[in-house]
Every structure is written in C-alpha cells, then in structure tokens.
C-alpha cells in the first residue's frame, strides 16, 4: 500500500511562492501517475495538478500558469512550486497517485476511490 508524507505547508501573503513536496513510498513510483490535491474549507477535493510517468504535465485552469508539478523519480519524490498565490488557493495540499482517466479529467474527485491520504499540508495565503 502506497504511503505518503507532505512537507509543512505555510503562511503566505498574497502575490508569494511556496513549495511543497511529498515523499512516496510503497508503491512502483516511477510508473505511477502522481498529483496534487487541494480541499478548501466547504468544497469538495479536487485535483489541480498531475505529472505522468513520462513527464507530462495537466493542471485545472486555476492554477495552470501559476503551479508547477515536477518529480524526482530517483528520490520518490513529487513537488508543487505555487507562484502567484491568491487568497482562493487557501486550503490543505494532498498528493497521492492519479488515474489515468482522472489526468485527463482533472477537477474534483467525485466517484474515484483512494485507498489512503497523507496528512496534507495546510497553505494559508492571508495579508
């Protein structure tokens, strides 16, 4: 079974960068499709961005030009570079793995299953 660690999120004002990573384990990392969860207080958890196996990249057009996804396939390792961050990408910050349909898909999860979560990691963007 896959696990999960994120990194400590963080306080950041408005216009400012954070990043955040997440270390797997238990699972064939390299061929796994991995992303990013967001889920803000009253909404549902949505994916924002995913990287496939071979270094493709999709991202939900709120964050597409402001997040970058990239992975270290010799570490196990995912990360989430956020620029430009807004007040309304308050929330907690999940990785796991993406199906495939889900990649292509984006969005909220409504109707996929996961097996596990990590603890996510709080981002806060306050002035």
């Known amino acids: 079974q896959v696990q999960l660690v994120e990194s400590e999120g963080g306080l950041v004002q408005p216009g400012g960068s954070l990043r955040v990573s997440c270390a797997v384990s238990?699972?064939?990392?390299?061929?796994?499709?991995m992303g990013w969860y967001r889920q803000a207080p009253g909404k549902e958890r949505e994916l924002v961005a995913a990287?496939?196996?071979?270094?493709?990249?999709n991202y939900t057009d709120a964050v597409n030009g402001r997040f970058t996804i990239s992975r270290d396939n010799a570490k196990n390792t995912v990360f989430l570079q956020m620029n430009n961050l807004k007040l309304e990408d308050t929330a907690i910050y999940y990785c796991?793995?993406?199906?495939?349909?889900?990649?292509?898909?984006?969005?909220?999860?409504?109707?996929?299953?996961?097996?596990?979560w990590g603890q996510g990691a709080q981002v806060t963007v306050s002035s």
């Open positions: 238990g699972s064939p990392f390299n061929f796994l499709a």
């Open positions: 796991n793995v993406v199906p495939l349909s889900l990649v292509r898909r984006m969005g909220v999860i409504s109707g996929y299953r996961f097996d596990t």
């Open positions: 990287i496939k196996s071979d270094g493709s990249t």
